[in-house]
């Protein structure tokens, strides 16, 4: 994923849990790509971040202490500002509930967050590659949800 004016693209993740950002920026960093990394620590905090910089694609934990993932996809799509902003909802959970809601919600995809670390790097590798400028992917239900 390169930006047209040759900077690296700014990847944004929204996640509480020190291990799975650690294994996720680890991921990101042995990937081909170049790209920054900003991480927000719960909902408030994510909220406050987007006001000032919005990046170029966001992962979205559910379970945020402060304002959950929930609110805070309501929120995103509620705001046109945001509308040209991938969001993937990346999570634990599994519940066709919590992927539904998602969904109708405007999320872009929702990644089951893989036991396996070569699964998180090609989950990510593919994600990445998505030409999100040109095409904003909302895929049918049937291939919203990637599991790893």
Not at 16 to 40: C, G, H, M, P, Q
Not at 56 to 77: S, T, V
Not at 127 to 146: E, G, M, N, R
Request: glycine share 4%; charged share 30%; aromatic share 10%.
């Amino acid at each position: 994923m390169r930006m047209s004016n040759g900077d690296s693209p700014h990847v944004m993740i929204a996640e509480d849990d020190d291990d799975d950002y650690y294994i996720f920026s680890v991921a990101l960093e042995e990937l081909s790509i170049t790209v920054v990394l900003t991480r927000a620590r719960n909902g408030d905090i994510l909220v406050r971040l987007l006001e000032d910089k919005v990046p170029d694609i966001l992962f979205l934990d559910l379970m945020l202490p402060g304002k959950d993932g929930r609110q805070c996809l309501r929120e995103i799509r509620a705001n046109n500002k945001y509308d040209a902003l991938p969001v993937i909802m990346y999570s634990s959970l599994k519940s066709i509930d919590e992927i539904e809601f998602c969904y109708r919600e405007g999320a872009n995809l929702y990644v089951i967050k893989p036991t396996a670390y070569t699964d998180l790097k090609d989950i990510l590798q593919r994600i990445l590659h998505i030409d999100w400028k040109k095409l904003l992917y909302y895929p049918p239900l049937s291939q919203f949800v990637i599991n790893g």
